[in-house]
Structures are given as C-alpha cells and as structure tokens.
C-alpha cells in the first residue's frame, strides 16, 4: 500500500472511463437567438447538405419536437459514424440503430454524432457527439446492447 493509503496494482485491468459526450446545445440556442434578432439570415442556418437532406428523408428517425425555425413536424435525427479504426465504414449513417450496437462490440473507439435535421426548411445542427466503443462499454452495457432475438 502507497502513502496515499490506496493500493496499486500494475497487473490488473484499468478501470474504464466513462465515455466523453459533447453536447451542443448551448451553440443551438445561440444560433437561432442569432437569427430571431436578425444577426443571422435564415439561408445562414437553413443550408443542410443535400446528403444530409436524403439521408433525413429516407433513413432519419422522426424527433420528437417540432423545427425550431419553421415550426414543422419534419424534424428529424441523423447518426454518423467515424473513426480512423471503422476504416471503410467512416462516415456512414448509423442505420438500422442496431448496427451501432454491432459497432461498439466490434471496434475499440469510434465517434458518434447526431444531427438534427428539418426536411422542409432544410435547418441543421449537430446536437451531441460522443465517444463509442468496447473502450467505453462495460460488461453489462455490452450484454444490453446484444441484439434481440
């Protein structure tokens, strides 16, 4: 036993970390406080890609509030994947949401990101991105994420 009273052993496992998550909403709100005092245009805001546009429409889960700029039910929630370890499978739509169960037994680090995206007025914004993996997966999360059967 150390000085500090806590025991160290070299041999043993690491304990995991908890994985970082970085959530944008702060920069959200600011973004549409810019353009409803005008310091934004609604072409500022309003310029989703036209992938991201397709891949909301065709593969895309509905969100449960509205758009925050044209107030339609046309909001929906796009998962990206990358990751230097994913090689091939980089920036891919996470699509079924179980495939990203499959990614995290299968690969040891990744990124998530999520995206929100309005189908009519074309509003996106990255909402959270987050650190995904067997690195951050604890025995039990990796038994919850397993696929039904």
């Given amino acids: ?74 909001l929906r929630l796009v998962r990206y994947v990358f990751g230097e370890e994913l090689r091939g499978l980089s920036g891919r739509v996470v699509y079924p949401h179980d495939w990203l169960r499959e990614l995290v037994q299968s690969y040891d680090s990744f990124t998530c990101y999520t995206v929100e995206v309005c189908t009519d007025c074309h509003w996106n914004h990255l909402i959270r991105a987050f650190q995904a993996g067997k690195r951050y997966a604890t025995a039990r999360t990796l038994r919850e994420r397993r696929p039904r059967r």
């Fill in 1 to 74: 036993m150390g000085l500090s009273g806590r025991s160290f052993d070299p041999t043993g496992t690491p304990p995991r970390v908890p994985a970082p998550v970085v959530d944008y909403r702060l920069a959200r709100r600011s973004a549409l406080a810019g353009l409803r005092r005008g310091f934004l245009a609604t072409t500022d805001v309003c310029d989703a890609h036209p992938e991201l546009l397709r891949a909301a429409k065709n593969i895309g889960e509905d969100a449960t509030v509205p758009c925050p700029v044209c107030s339609h039910e046309t």
